[in-house]
């Protein structure tokens, strides 16, 4: 098996380089069983849940608890968990039928053992909140040193390991309790999983899932058109050109959401604690961002750069059960207009371009260069900021030397998450202007870091929910564009997949930022049909 797929994989990869001859023969057809291969962008280093591996942590290992399609936090390890009335303690009565798939119980002190682990490790994971951790007869126990209302979904991360089985080699040989097994690892080239028989939820319908490394588009497309994928990523670029015979286009809708990082604070030739310059005389002034915000048509965009295949976005996690509603912002250019010449921005020499004080309305747009989609975005809102506003917008592919230029210069950045914690890093104050792509917009509000502070402090998720909302727009002030629009959201874009006829995916939470681990997130649940 592993020579067959490794010849696959190399065969697929020689033939990329023709694939500017857009196949146009039907699929190759392919007798179902109890198998998937899945073209995927890339396989991972390792598959360590406490030292980076996160991604696909739900696949192979479980967690106390885990988050179903509409984002409610279900049980997993844990059959129930209850948290103190001051919200620092939370314990977790975990299931007596769980298994590692060496056929191991799952025990309160393997979960001891995984936090304790991970709490050691520099990873994704922040568990900085957790005082301590301990086992009591069949329950695990944690104490927070203070109350933190995402606790719950940080919990739903952390993949629990076998301490007994936990050396040297586990990265690469993993034990989990998950729904899958890792039968196959080829470096840089392909895995492959089994289903876990032992898997406390059933075992799932696939049996074996084959993951092949396709890193670039044309090698997925000429994979499906070929008939040697099931399922594998596409853009939208190319769905809206190409359609294959015995597959479907899968369109599932996400926070990926792609817009503007604006400078709020004026260029004066200070740096920042980097050496960076920091500020922009155009973008400081919240007329010019927030008649972008009313002026650029975000549906042409979704048209324009992604043929279709996106939504207009409005905030950083639009459809999740903490986003504001009271955010979004209609495309208005009569009020835009007005904005500017309210502000003083007027075109007194006729070159097609307002100025004010002796400043041009012109800036550049930084994107990462090679990244045709953001191009695409950059390009769509910088026509219309032309056409419609006389503002200019230069878009510009960037280097290395990008990370040092956004904090005088905007940029378009690409988000999405799961959790509101996001919220907290883009926005709050503290995050203002570090080295760290969250915030190089220099954004500060006090009355929004109270409120991102009181929803993070708060006890439970409900109880922040008003808070996080809050901070995105409280009728006065907010992050959003009818705020202080410090970020002007453009476009959340649909995550695409060729699927082969008959091959059932399940009902998939919104996708955060990235379209390949999220596709398989749930793959418990497909099945062939």
């Not at 697929?12 to 392919?30: Q, Y």
């Not at 191991?104 to 994971?125: C, G, H, K, R």
């Not at 080295?435 to 998720?461: G, H, I, K, Q, S």
């Amino acid at each position: 098996m592993k020579r067959m797929w490794t010849k696959i994989a190399a065969i697929l990869i020689a033939s990329a380089l023709f694939a500017g001859c857009t196949a146009k023969e039907p699929a190759a057809t392919r007798t179902i069983s109890n198998d998937v291969v899945i073209g995927f962008s890339s396989v991972p280093a390792h598959f360590d849940p406490l030292n980076g591996f996160s991604n696909g942590v739900q696949i192979l290992y479980s967690a106390l608890v885990q988050t179903d399609a509409d984002m409610n936090v279900v049980p997993d390890l844990a059959e129930s968990y209850t948290v103190s009335e001051d919200a620092l303690t939370y314990t977790f009565t975990l299931r007596k039928d769980v298994l590692f798939s060496d056929g191991t119980p799952v025990t309160p002190e393997d979960v001891v053992f995984s936090y304790t682990t991970l709490m050691q490790n520099a990873t994704t994971i922040d568990l900085s909140v957790v005082d301590t951790v301990a086992a009591s007869h069949n329950s695990v126990v944690i104490t927070l040193k203070k109350p933190r209302s995402v606790f719950i979904l940080t919990v739903a991360e952390v993949g629990i390991v076998p301490e007994h089985a936990y050396t040297g080699n586990f990265a690469l040989k993993p034990i989990g309790s998950g729904p899958f097994t890792l039968a196959q690892y080829d470096v840089d080239q392909q895995f492959i999983l089994e289903a876990n028989e032992r898997y406390y939820g059933g075992a799932p319908a696939i049996k074996r899932i084959i993951f092949l490394k396709m890193a670039s588009e044309d090698t997925r497309l000429l994979a499906a058109q070929s008939g040697q994928v099931d399922i594998t990523l596409t853009s939208a670029t190319i769905a809206g050109t190409n359609k294959i015979a015995g597959y479907k286009l899968l369109a599932e809708k996400s926070v990926d959401n792609m817009g503007i990082a604006a400078p709020v604070t004026p260029n004066r030739g200070t740096k920042n604690e980097y050496g960076y310059l920091v500020g922009n005389n155009v973008t400081s002034d919240a007329a010019i961002r927030k008649a972008l915000a009313y002026g650029i048509d975000r549906q042409r965009i979704c048209d324009e750069a992604l043929n279709g295949y996106a939504s207009p976005a409005y905030s950083e996690n639009d459809g999740m059960p903490w986003s504001n509603p009271e955010s979004a912002v209609s495309f208005d250019l009569d009020l835009a207009k007005k904005l500017l010449d309210d502000a003083g921005w007027i075109d007194t020499d006729g070159d097609g371009i307002r100025e004010k004080n002796g400043v041009k309305a012109s800036f550049p747009l930084l994107y990462f260069a090679g990244d045709s989609v953001r191009q695409a975005v950059g390009m769509s809102a910088s026509n219309q900021a032309r056409d419609n506003l006389s503002i200019e917008i230069i878009v510009e592919g960037a280097g290395e030397d990008l990370a040092k230029r956004m904090f005088s210069e905007p940029m378009i950045l690409a988000w999405g998450s799961s959790n509101p914690m996001t919220s907290y890093m883009l926005f709050h104050s503290s995050n203002a202007g570090k080295d760290d792509w969250y915030n190089p917009e220099n954004f500060r509000n006090a009355a929004v870091d109270a409120y991102l502070d009181a929803a993070l402090n708060a006890p439970t998720m409900e109880e922040a929910i008003p808070s996080w909302r809050n901070a995105q727009w409280d009728g006065v002030t907010g992050t959003s564009m009818r705020g202080d629009a410090p970020y002007l959201f453009l476009i959340n874009k649909d995550h695409l997949y060729w699927v082969r006829e008959g091959l059932n995916t399940g009902r998939q939470k919104i996708h955060a930022h990235g379209d390949a681990w999220p596709l398989v997130a749930n793959l418990r649940e497909w099945k062939w049909e």
